[in-house]
T-cell receptor, first 113, second 109 residues
Framework: DAGVTQSPTHLIKTRGQQVTLRCSPKSGHDTVSWYQQALGQGPQFIFQYYEEEERQRGNFPDRFSGHQFPNYSSELNVNALLLGDSALYLC????????????FGPGTRLTVL | GQNIDQPTEMTATEGAIVQINCTYQTSGFNGLFWYQQHAGEAPTFLSYNVLDGLEEKGRFSSFLSRSKGYSYLLLKELQMKDSASYLCAVSYRDDKIIFGKGTRLHILP
């Protein structure tokens, strides 16, 4: 039973570029949430996807957008990258039928130069 | 805002017991998570409390008081591998999950 997977593991971009991060949820899960974690901080909620729609959004600008596919996998897109976007991007999956657990993927480490 | 407060750092000795506290704003509260995160790794799920009281899972226990907006994670028989950050996170009825900044726990031999 595969857990949550994310790709790529690491990524280096320059300011102004665009990036796409990918996440496949744990088998049986239908909800995907994205978080940004800066060094030494807790994860910050970006948004959550369920039934291919954005259900809820944290305090992130429109440069951050996402998508969920029919197979429940998800993408996070960030446009016009800033140095401050350098962080670990975590994907977490859960099920609407059992909201008491949320499992994280290994994360994508994004460095913006 | 929905602030989650927990101590920044704690130190304890191998074999001892440590309690990590977390306070949160109660409005719209749904449930409270505790996660363990080793440096450079993703958070690992430890517990989820919805009802008041203590839930025990081996060496780890989590307590919740919804009226006080208070939770704690209790770690017993500490081992060196327990050195990590411990994240308190609250899920609210608007489907947002808000994390605290984490408590860095150092275990001394």
């Amino acid at each position: 039973d595969a857990g949550v997977t994310q790709s790529p593991t690491h990524l280096i971009k320059t300011r102004g570029q665009q990036v796409t991060l990918r996440c496949s949820p744990k088998s049986g899960h239908d909800t995907v949430s994205w978080y940004q974690q800066a060094l030494g901080q807790g994860p910050q909620f970006i948004f959550q996807y369920y039934e291919e729609e954005e259900r809820q959004r944290g305090n992130f600008p429109d440069r951050f957008s996402g998508h969920q596919f029919p197979n429940y996998s998800s993408e996070l897109n960030v446009n016009a990258l800033l140095l401050g976007d350098s962080a670990l991007y975590l994907c977490a999956s859960s099920s609407q039928l059992a909201t008491d657990t949320q499992y994280f993927g290994p994360g994508t480490r994004l460095t913006v130069l | 805002g929905q602030n989650i407060d927990q101590p920044t750092e704690m130190t304890a000795t191998e074999g001892a017991i440590v309690q990590i506290n977390c306070t949160y704003q109660t409005s719209g509260f749904n449930g409270l998570f505790w996660y363990q995160q080793h440096a450079g790794e993703a958070p690992t799920f430890l517990s989820y409390n919805v009802l008041d009281g203590l839930e025990e899972k081996g060496r780890f226990s989590s307590f919740l008081s919804r009226s006080k907006g208070y939770s704690y994670l209790l770690l017993k028989e500490l081992q060196m591998k327990d050195s990590a950050s411990y994240l308190c996170a609250v899920s609210y009825r608007d489907d947002k999950i808000i994390f605290g900044k984490g408590t860095r726990l150092h275990i001394l031999p």
